[in-house]
């Protein structure tokens, strides 16, 4: 591509709306240009990052066994009500009405279509298992829309949907997908992480994220460096410690804390460590018995330097629809509001349920019903009857890894893939069914795996830029080579050697964009820095005289000088490491 | 491509809904799926046919430096209410609001974005010319949404946009979209043919359609076989006939012609050729003089086997905004109902308008504003006041063609593309300027440039069929080659032959798909018929003994027997044409 030809459009600064470093550098690098709040138009040259990624999605899905296909944009409701989505879901799902009044969705993922797709396609476990994809302009309603491409509203997914006689090909089809992201995510070239992720209601090990690793990830990525256990934070499991509990040994005390009621503050105040004190978390079940409405008070006790994960105590078995207490309520069950709050002497019996950290503790600090007041030297069997016991909150780096392989270690990584097992989750709703050998109807056993195409381009810069730009890895770059002539209007020999390497590397197969803006050297390498591409060859009168190029590599703090007649050699051996 | 790891999915009858042949073969030949209303998935086969078109355009769009972008499929009302489309359009506007209740529409074009996009980027005539483009989907809530592809509601669409300095960089950019679209079209290797088109008030001849030739196509296409001239129905001219008036030979004589109100009738009572009577269309156009509301009543005199063009008629000063008079105002000037109106006597004065064909006629035959009688010998001048004279009609097969050459012809044909010289039309609404040399802004001349990808399935199966199905251009088809192995299952000298022409045509480049499926003969034949693969290739055990492979093309009668080792050379000569 010849830069005179291409469109090109770079800013000093970035928009005021524009809140993390990839927004603000695909705004400045003409990458793509707001419409509307989440909606963006893909310029040119993001548009080639997009197309660069589908590419490598595609092959790989298809590599798989995957078929393409195309499901439309626009999705009638019916088939939304079918299996409940259509109330379920919320604002998000943006719903719109045709000429007639009649009710439409615009896709946010397509699991209604392509499930309605297979039942009536698929009348015979002979034409499983199957894999359905596409590549498609996506819409999500988001309440608070940012981030550019992170966040946006509309934005393309590559949403894929495989069909499987029993459990055990679904689970085949699941690591089929699984090993195709890992290939999908190496070609990219980006850092990334496969965490093991909750799957909810359908439980088992069957859900993974892929994440990019980004110091800016919105999410904790759970990791063990001695083993290849991998979760992210609401699935990874904390063990027990691995001591067990100490006898007490110390007298239950009242003590006054006055004013003290965070943890941290009765530590500092008591001068024993953090780890020494309990924390009382209190949630509320709504019930219905016999058609009278009805409150159970749980009690969660945690340490006091820990946090409640919420997944794990939906888990807890009566805890699946808790919401936390209101101040009216823990005032009528512990005669006292939150602050002082601990499992001895509630005004009314609550449910307790510890942590499994808490169960193995003794001689602990908890609060004591009474306003200004804490137990020091509480101990279980002794002053609170053992209670229910559940793992109920987020890891911490240090803790033990559940495959007993080591210590946890956590990072930040961006979401960009997700693998599901679905079962029968929309088959059963849909009554997609296949006959077995026998003839008889069994429901289909699902999976879906999703990409983010878009998202990848925000994902890739927060793992890749410095205060130039961006550095796009080789695969997904817009190009993969810049040749900036000095003076390409002006001199005869830098315009030819220029045009001749341009053909050279292009017929060799490259993917290489020519500047012949006639910018001054300034300009030309500040945009090329802040677009990102990942590889630079100086054509100069001066370097000419001696036969030399100058190579720079978009990382590198020199330039290379290097011959000529060696630049082909060169490039193709910089492209192919 | 093996068929075992692919979808197909043929049926033996075609839905009931399905109307016209490209629709029928479409849902048989397992290419869509009816999801909606005008709404479609593209199945794994139809996808195939899509993106060979899109990769055509795409190349050829390229080619002639257009630069690909991507504009999103919610668009914010504000922009279309800048140009006042969002209240000109009806409800084909499909209509959205989001969670906070702003408006948006779903594209059925981009005019607003890509002029949006234009007048924020391009500030400096030094930018100009530029033409954007994306391939997207479109949505238009048709009224009656019917045919399949052909008039679908979801659809996708290339769409172009080009942005000059004026009116001569305008029209020069319009070339360069027309040649890329002849081979764009010649690529496809559908018959088609360019033709002039109305372009409503801009005027000129700036406007071209692009029809794919075919029988039942909805449109006229009018050409010339001495020259080439094309032009659609409503743009064709109709000269003057090329003898002049002959002069009065008969005498005005109001004849009984009872019950005879059409032109047809009343030529056959009285013995008479149709082409010596004029039929009368009466018009009215409502205004407003002086904040009071008045009605003009027109009336447009045609020869009996002539149809009136609503386009042309518009363009007759004063009829911009024309009606159909109502029966009321019919009887209110006529003095009697339609079927015996004529230019002679009516009871109110109305403002006549003759096509050219009837102000060179004598002694014609028509109404006597009197039920049940008609006049003969009715003449210009002396009968009736010589009157505005105007090409009110479509053409007919026969006329002469404006450029003098030769005589018209007429066929039928399906509208699949359209270059369209915009002006100012967009510019202006939305202050999209430039600065000229001189620092002065002014407006862009813009251009747009269509395609229907999804129509063109349609079409080019409209154009391509026959009593076993779709006939598919090698360019587009979703294989070029279909290898038929006899017993892939049961004969090992079958599947290795089989296996090894496989690699070895793949290797060369040619889109192969190999049945492994393990169909019977007639089956295998039957689906890759209807499927519309041009080029069959079938591996018997008998042959293959004789070292013989059997090549069958989509539309031969016999096959022809090759040798194996020729196979490769032989299919290679049959795709390059």
């Known amino acids: 591509m010849r830069a005179s030809r291409f ?3 770079t800013l000093k600064e970035a928009p005021a709306d524009a809140e993390i470093i990839s927004h603000k550098l695909m705004m400045r690098a003409g990458m793509i240009k707001r419409l509307g709040s989440g909606i963006y138009t893909y310029m040119p040259m993001g548009l080639r990052v997009i197309r660069k990624v589908e590419n490598i999605v595609r092959e790989e899905m298809n590599r798989a066994g995957a078929i393409e296909m195309l499901m439309p944009v626009v999705q009638p409701a019916e088939l939304w009500q079918e299996t409940g989505r259509w109330d379920k879901m919320g604002p998000e799902l943006m719903r719109v009405k045709d000429r007639h009044g009649r009710d439409f969705a615009i896709q946010p993922t397509s699991e209604e279509v392509v499930t ?12 499983l298992p199957i894999n359905f994809y596409h590549i498609q302009t996506k819409f999500r309603d988001e309440r608070r829309p940012r981030f550019g491409l992170m966040r946006g509203r509309e934005f393309t997914m590559k949403d894929a949907y495989s069909f499987d006689r029993d459990v055990a090909g679904m689970q085949q089809s699941y690591q089929i997908m699984y090993d195709a992201y890992v290939r999908i995510f190496n070609r990219f070239g980006l850092q990334f992480r496969a965490v093991a992720a909750d799957n909810g209601a359908i439980g088992g090990s069957g859900s993974h994220e892929f994440h990019v690793i980004a110091d800016t990830g919105e999410d904790a990525l759970v990791y063990c460096p001695q083993s290849d256990y991998a979760a992210n934070i609401e699935a990874a499991e904390a063990l027990a410690p691995s001591t067990s509990r100490a006898a007490a040994g110390a007298e239950l005390t009242k003590t006054a804390t006055p004013g003290k009621s965070r943890c941290e503050d009765v530590a500092e105040f008591l001068g024993l460590p953090l780890t020494t004190t309990v924390k009382s978390i209190v949630l509320a079940v709504d019930a219905e018995n016999d058609g009278k409405k009805m409150t159970q008070i749980w009690l969660l006790l945690l340490r006091g330097d820990h946090d409640l994960n919420e997944v794990k105590a939906a888990k807890v078995p009566g805890l ?8 009216a309520e823990i005032i009528e069950y512990f005669g006292t509001p939150p602050g002082y709050l601990g499992p001895i002497g509630t005004r009314k019996p609550v449910t ?6 808490v169960a193995a503790m003794s001689d602990f600090i908890c609060g004591a019903n009474e306003a200004g007041y804490h137990y020091t030297g509480a101990n279980w069997g002794r002053d609170i009857p053992e209670s229910t ?29 997700h693998v599901f097992q679905l079962g029968t989750r929309y088959s059963q709703d849909m009554n997609a069914t296949y006959l077995d050998e026998a003839g008889k109807p069994q429901l289909m056993q699902m999976g879906c795996y999703g990409i983010g195409v878009t998202r990848i381009l925000g994902a890739a810069i927060e793992q890749n830029f410095d205060d130039k730009g961006i550095i796009w890895p080789a695969s997904i770059a817009p190009f993969e080579v810049v040749l900036c002539p000095m003076g390409y209007d002006r001199s005869e020999a830098v315009k030819a050697e220029a045009d001749r390497l341009y053909q050279q590397l292009t017929d060799a197969g490259m993917d290489v964009i020519l500047d012949d803006r006639g910018e001054r050297p300034g300009v030309m390498f500040a945009d090329w820095e802040l677009i990102g591409v990942p590889h630079r060859v100086v054509i100069g009168e001066r370097g000419l005289k001696d036969g030399k190029l100058e190579y720079q590599g978009r990382r590198d703090v020199e330039a290379t000088s290097v011959p000529l007649a060696e630049m082909a050699e060169f490039m193709k051996a910089k492209l192919a490491g």
């Open 389 to 417: 016991v559940a793992d109920l909150r987020n890891v911490v780096a240090g803790d033990l890894s559940p495959d007993g392989k080591g210590t946890l270690a956590i990072q930040r990584g961006i979401e960009v893939g």
């Open 116 to 127: 309605d797709v297979a039942r009536s396609e698929i009348k015979s476990y002979k034409k």
């Open 352 to 357: 307790i349920v510890a942590d499994r950290t």
């Open 320 to 327: 699946a629809n808790f919401r936390f207490a209101t101040e």
């Open 7 to 9: 469109f090109i459009s």
